[in-house]
C-alpha cells in the first residue's frame, strides 16, 4: 500500500524560529504534493504545494523544498508565529487514481 | 457565499442506530470525498465519487455508505456495521480532470455511544 511518512509528530518553537516538518513517500507514482493546516475543530486548508519537476516553492513564510531522488519532502516555516500553531499535513496524490495519500500529521506549537 | 458545507457540525447517536452525514459544494467540483479523522491517524479515505451515480470505496469502506444522485452533494451514512464510529468525519471535493487541488468542508463530528 502506498505511504507517505511525516515526522516529527509533534513540534515546539519559540516564535521567531523555523519549524521543519518532514515527509518521504514510497511510491513513484506521485504527481503532486500538497501541504494542509488545520486548526483545531476545523476542516484541513490547502496551504502550499509542490509538482515534482521543481524543488522549491515559496509562499510567504512558507517553503517547500523537494528532493526527488530521495523521495522526501519537507516544509518549512520561516520567521514562525503563535498564529501558526496548527496540525499540518503532507500528501501525495497518485497520478494513477488521483487520490490524496496523507501523512500522519505535526502539531506544531509556537510559543510567544 | 462558495464553499463545502456539511451538517450538522456536532451528531450524538446510540449505538445500532444508522446516521447520515449531509456534505453540499457549490464550487462545480465534479469529484467529492469523505474522510474521517482520528487522533494521531491522519486522514484515511472511506469513498469517493469522480461523478454523479458513481462513486468507489476508499481505504475504509467497511460499515460506510453513499450516494452521489447530484453533483452538489455526497451524502454519508454510518451504519451501525461501522464498529468504532467515534471519529471526525470530513467532506473534500475537487474539479475533475487531471488537476485541482483538493477543499475540504469544515467537517462533521460523530459521537456514537
Known amino acids: 500500500q502506498q505511504q507517505v511518512k511525516q515526522s516529527p509528530q509533534s513540534l515546539i518553537v519559540q516564535k521567531g524560529g523555523i519549524p521543519i516538518i518532514n515527509c518521504a513517500y514510497e511510491?513513484?507514482?506521485?504527481?503532486?504534493f500538497p501541504w494542509y493546516q488545520q486548526f483545531p475543530g476545523k476542516g484541513p486548508a490547502l496551504l502550499i504545494a509542490i509538482r515534482p519537476d521543481v524543488s522549491e516553492k515559496k509562499e510567504g513564510r512558507f517553503t517547500i523544498s523537494f528532493n526527488k531522488s530521495a523521495k522526501q519532502f519537507s516544509l518549512h516555516i520561516m520567521d514562525s508565529q503563535p498564529g501558526d500553531s496548527a496540525t499540518y499535513f503532507c500528501?501525495?496524490?497518485?497520478?494513477?487514481?488521483?487520490?490524496?495519500?496523507f501523512g500522519q500529521g505535526t502539531t506544531l506549537q509556537v510559543k510567544p | 457565499d462558495g464553499g463545502i458545507t456539511q451538517s450538522p457540525k456536532y451528531l450524538f447517536r446510540k449505538e445500532g442506530q444508522n446516521v447520515t452525514l449531509s456534505c453540499e459544494q457549490n464550487?462545480?467540483?465534479?469529484?467529492m470525498y469523505w474522510y474521517r479523522q482520528d487522533p494521531g491517524q491522519g486522514l484515511r479515505l472511506i469513498y469517493y465519487?469522480?461523478?454523479?451515480?458513481?462513486?468507489q470505496k476508499g481505504d475504509i469502506a467497511e460499515g460506510y455508505s453513499v450516494s452521489r444522485e447530484k453533483k452538489e452533494s455526497f451524502p454519508l451514512t454510518v451504519t451501525s456495521a461501522q464498529k468504532n464510529p467515534t471519529a471526525f468525519y470530513l467532506c473534500?471535493?475537487?474539479?475533475?480532470?487531471?488537476?485541482?487541488?483538493?477543499?475540504f468542508g469544515p467537517g462533521t463530528r460523530l459521537t456514537v455511544t
Open positions: 500528501a501525495a496524490r497518485s497520478s494513477n487514481t488521483g487520490k490524496l495519500i
Open positions: 511510491n513513484t507514482a506521485f504527481d503532486y
Open positions: 465519487s469522480q461523478i454523479v451515480n458513481d462513486f
Open positions: 473534500a471535493s475537487r474539479i475533475g480532470g487531471a488537476g485541482g487541488e483538493q477543499y
Open positions: 464550487l462545480n467540483h465534479d469529484a
